[in-house]
């Protein structure tokens, strides 16, 4: 039997980011709806003709997207939340903005994690009335055009159920699941669309079936691929980013024409799915890492499948294990990297290339493939064989560690009286998050320091200028505790990538992040290291400016790991450990230099929680240990604040408590501060400044609405022990906006004070 080669989504953002561009210059009015959609057209159908170029049998449709994928399944069934004032017709570009963005009397939709990816999905708001309809006709519209190119399409959908359980309920006494038997007649609807354009197969997306899920969800799937099946299409069920034999039975007996499982992070699922027998269903074997930007190891994935095929009766099919989205696009573009290091790598064109030589290699024999699998070997080779790699420095350090490394000398209690001893703030202080707008001429003059336009030192009078500006201005503000605002940093990842050993990085290597949003995750191939200070000098500067205390600004070990490309030859603990020690090399220089608070943020600590349960405590105790080793270098008095955003922290914290930071910022504003609650219940021992409002969103808050989520704070948690600040960095904002913004918060912290001393 022949086997298909297919992929489950390509990057949208375009090689050069050029959604990006064309996104943000027409939210500026500077250009016009057609302009953006005909860039938009254009990058799509690069995609489309490229994987095709590529030999990939069959290709995604509908897997591209202006903003979010989770937002178009919105649009599609019509789910729009009531507040947004949709009553019927189609939904214009302005509503799906609007959705995305927020307007001027309405919030964004909340914004969460894409499961334990550093993408962020717009999240579906249920309640007892919402209603579907099929509301948009752009996944109809691409599929033609698709066809009329002579593109081999798949449609891509989520199913019913990850739609669901994606979102949330905006009103108790409601379980979105109830929405199921209104959901199903849509999605028919559009199945049958679909068949009529001549489609044949359509990739339904379920990935929550790698979480545990409760039994009403297992059986609405059951229910609902009954009510799917037979629509004219053949479903391929997509799973991914985790193992799903847990769900063995029930997928066996789901009436899907396919499976698609991702055995690239988990090798060991492919056994049960060839042990138990699927064959009336195609299986699509995810072997190509979709996640990260190894090259695979050919001659070993065709072994693999090559066994694979002579057990499995049915059909298979090769694949990323996921969706592309999360890998760069094209590594020929990258000119500057060490060809060594580079020989080592695959993004997603290159991906693609390896899962068409192995369906090649299948079909017609692995002589077919002999170079491709000579040079696949020998990349290999040269990497494990690098002296690129091993540091043994760094092995000692790892293996000398001791329990007193990860512990603060006295506990909390003592360190918060000689901390208000030595700072003296008010109650209430009030803080930023760590990053000021990223002005036009902060990025030229950093883009001209690289080009090696600006010498050193004008560079630094340009930066110094900028900081003291900052400081100003924040002091006019009367914020109490201020920041040096970032500006020598383009990302708070690569900025300290780029400083230590065992890092590469990459000049398009562009991942999504949410909307417009891109990353340049840096690549860890090696032992990491810290040849010397990385933020010391900028710290010093700042503090100098001003007697009010600056925090120095680092990014935490974890979210170091967990926004970087990481090495898959050893343990992400190992690697965390080694981050963890240049980190705390680089607060004991901090300190050293006067610095006495020290913010590392870990914006990412959840998103490294395995997706199922039983995994979760192996994680926590290696990435608490990492935190805590990071930080607890330091005397009592030098304060340590952490910041984490966007998540829901009600399951882990105890272990957030563990880091033991004295200061925790979080993000609470866009979920309107119900995660306050679950601080309270579990009575959070250390200092808080829960986010007073939404900086994802170019909506200036009214002074009332802060005001209220203020008190609401302080009504909660102990007025000494809670701080007043933004929900995240402001490094995509602008200064007016955030001046406004600032100034109203310092004056609500200010109002709200006086009445808490009266
Ligand atoms: N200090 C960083 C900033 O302000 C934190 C960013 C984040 O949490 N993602 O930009
Ligand atoms: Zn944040």
């Not at 997509?238 to 009436?255: S, W």
Request: glycine share 6%.
């Amino acid at each position: 039997m022949t086997t298909l080669t297919h992929n489950l989504g390509f990057p949208r953002i375009g090689a050069q980011r050029e959604l990006k561009k064309a996104l943000e210059t027409y939210w500026k009015g500077q250009s016009s709806i057609d302009q953006l959609l005909t860039t938009a057209r254009e990058i799509r159908t690069g995609n489309w003709l490229l994987q095709q170029k590529t030999g990939i049998d069959l290709i995604p449709v509908g897997d591209f997207s202006l903003y979010d994928h989770v937002l178009d399944m919105t649009a599609l069934l019509g789910a729009i939340p009531q507040r947004f004032g949709n009553t019927g017709g189609s939904i214009s570009s302005d509503l799906y903005f609007a959705m995305a963005r927020g307007t001027a009397d309405q919030p964004a939709m909340e914004m969460t994690k894409w499961f334990n990816t550093n993408y962020h999905y717009i999240v579906p708001e249920f309640d007892s009335n919402t209603q579907f309809r099929l509301a948009s006709d752009r996944l109809f519209q691409e599929i033609e055009a698709a066809k009329a190119l002579g593109i081999n399409a798949k449609a891509v959908l989520i199913g019913p159920l990850s739609y669901l359980h994606l979102g949330k309920e905006i009103t108790p006494d409601f379980q979105r699941l109830d929405l199921l038997p209104r959901l199903l007649p849509v999605y028919r609807e559009i199945l049958q669309k679909i068949a009529a354009l001549g489609v044949e197969w359509v990739q339904i997306d379920e990935p929550i079936l790698s979480l545990d899920l409760e039994q009403s969800w297992l059986d609405g799937f059951t229910k609902a691929y009954h009510t799917l099946r037979d629509n004219g299409c053949r479903l391929l069920l997509t799973t991914y980013f985790g193992t799903v034999d847990h769900h063995l039975a029930l997928l066996k007996n789901l009436p899907v024409n396919g499976l698609h499982i991702d055995v690239s992070s988990v090798q060991e699922q492919l056994e049960s799915f060839l042990t138990e027998d699927f064959s009336d269903k195609t299986l699509s074997l995810g072997c190509i890492d979709g996640r990260n930007i190894w090259h695979a190891d050919l001659s070993q994935k065709l072994n693999t499948l090559s066994q694979a095929a002579s057990r499995f009766a049915g059909e298979l099919w090769v694949a990323p294990s996921c969706s592309l989205l999360h890998c760069p696009v094209d590594l020929t573009l990258e000119t500057k990297l060490e060809p060594e290091i580079r020989n080592w790598l695959a993004f997603s064109v290159q991906k693609l290339e390896e899962i068409a030589t192995l369906g090649c290699g299948l079909n017609q024999g692995r002589e077919s493939i002999k170079a491709i699998l000579l040079a696949s070997d020998e990349a290999r080779r040269s990497r494990t064989e690098s002296s690129r790699i091993y540091n043994p420095i760094v092995h000692q350090r790892i293996d000398n560690l001791a329990e007193r490394d990860s512990q603060r000398t006295h506990p909390f209690a003592t360190r918060k009286h000689l901390q208000q001893q030595r700072f003296n703030l008010p109650l209430l202080p009030t803080t930023t998050i760590g990053s000021f707008p990223q002005t036009a001429t902060i990025r030229q003059a950093r883009a001209a320091f690289r080009k090696n336009e600006l010498s050193h030192l004008e560079y630094l009078s340009a930066m110094r200028a900028e900081i003291q500006e900052m400081i100003r201005k924040q002091e006019e503000i009367g914020l109490d505790v201020l920041v040096h605002g970032e500006p020598e940093r383009n990302d708070m990842v690569e900025y300290f990538g780029e400083q230590l050993w065992g890092y590469a990085f990459t000049e398009n290597g562009w991942v999504q992040s949410y909307g417009s949003r891109c990353v340049k995750p840096p690549i860890l191939y090696g032992d990491v290291y810290r040849p010397k200070a990385m933020t010391v000098e900028w710290s010093k500067y700042a503090q100098s400016q001003t007697r009010k205390p600056v925090k120095g600004m680092l990014t935490g070990p974890v979210t170091m790991l967990m926004w970087s490309f990481v090495r898959d030859d050893q343990p992400r603990s190992t690697t965390a450990l080694q981050l963890a020690l240049a980190i705390r090399d680089e607060v004991t220089d901090l300190e050293n230099a006067g610095i006495g608070m020290i913010q590392i943020d870990e914006p990412a600590f959840r998103e490294g929680l395995p997706l199922r349960k039983q995994d979760w405590e192996p994680y926590l105790d290696w990435a608490v240990k990492a935190f805590r080793i990071a930080s607890s270098s330091v005397k009592d008095e030098t304060q340590i604040h952490t910041h984490m955003c966007y998540s829901e922290f009600h399951d882990i914290l105890p272990a957030i408590a563990e880091l033991d930071a004295d200061v925790i910022t979080i993000e609470t504003s866009r979920s309107r501060m119900e995660l306050l609650d679950a601080f309270v219940k579990f009575s959070y021992p250390n200092e808080i400044g829960p986010g007073v409002y939404d900086i994802h969103s170019p909506r200036v808050p009214d002074a009332s609405e802060m005001l209220e989520l203020l008190k609401k704070a302080s009504r909660h948690i102990d007025p000494k022990s809670l701080w007043v600040n933004p929900d995240c960095g402001l490094k995509t904002r602008n200064w007016p906006e955030t001046q406004t913004a600032l100034q109203k918060m310092v004056d609500c912290a200010k109002t709200l004070r006086s009445t808490l001393q009266a």
